[in-house]
């Protein structure tokens, strides 16, 4: 089955970095495009970024476009989020996605959470 | 950037009964809508595809329907697992895709 598994999460201070990976399963990972989605305390989710099945292809949200970059290793069947000069507006769940053909997401890990806190 | 509304922002049903939840997009979205089930620590659910497309294993309960920019989703027999937050997403003009701000489905 398919499965979905993210890492990486903790607390940092602001301006501080942090690599999220995230572990899939269950599929041929290297047919699909993959994205993170995150949901800060108490509020909806947010698409943040995405890569495209190759990897040539990555778009991301203005809220973090030249902060985050995305990129995947299909050897090890993996999605990574590198996350720079993080704010603490940065702060919530962040989820991997498997995306069907650029449109919705039909699986989702659980999640990692990540805290930018002094 | 397509911008998602959400309507109500919490809904109280009794168990048994039907759920109406409703969706605005500012522009069309042709088909490309759908929605997720969210529960507290566990991972977005996909319901509904495609505006009216039932993913796999999802319970005949759950239906969408709408097009051009309104859409609803309808729970008609509200179960106790069913209790959670809900959220439409367009994927028709991307990037970015967008989500709704969810609807909260309580116990009344």
């Known amino acids: 089955q398919v499965q979905l598994v993210e890492s990486g999460g903790g607390l940092v201070k602001p301006g501080g970095s942090l690599r999220l990976s995230c572990a899939a399963s269950?599929?041929?990972?290297?047919?699909?495009?993959m994205s993170w989605v995150r949901q800060a305390p108490g509020k909806g989710l947010e698409w943040v970024s995405y890569?495209?099945?190759?990897?040539?292809?990555?778009h991301y949200a203005d809220s973090v476009k030249g902060r985050f970059t995305i990129s995947r290793d299909s050897a090890k069947n993996s999605l990574h989020l590198q996350m720079n000069s993080l704010r603490a507006d940065d702060t919530a769940v962040y989820f991997c996605?498997?995306?069907?053909?650029?449109?919705?997401?039909?699986?989702w890990g659980q999640g990692t959470l990540v805290t930018v806190s002094s | 950037e397509i911008v998602m509304t959400q309507s109500p922002g919490t809904l109280s049903v009794s168990p048994g009964e039907r759920a109406t939840l409703s969706c605005r997009a500012s522009?069309?979205?042709?088909?490309?809508l759908a929605w997720y089930q969210r529960k507290p620590g566990q991972a977005p659910r996909l319901l509904i595809y495609?505006?009216?497309t039932r993913a796999t294993g999802i319970p005949a309960r759950f239906s969408g329907s709408g097009s051009g920019t309104e859409f609803t989703l309808t729970i008609s027999s509200l179960q106790s697992e069913d209790f959670a937050v809900y959220y439409c997403?367009?994927?028709?003009?991307?990037?970015?895709?967008?989500f709704g701000q969810g609807t909260k489905v309580e116990i009344k």
């Open positions: 269950g599929f041929t990972f290297s047919d699909y495009y």
């Open positions: 495609d505006v009216s």
């Open positions: 890569i495209s099945s190759s990897g040539s292809t990555t």
């Open positions: 522009q069309r979205v042709s088909g490309n």
């Open positions: 997403q367009q994927y028709n003009n991307w990037p970015p895709w967008t």
């Open positions: 996605a498997r995306d069907h053909n650029a449109g919705y997401s039909d699986y």
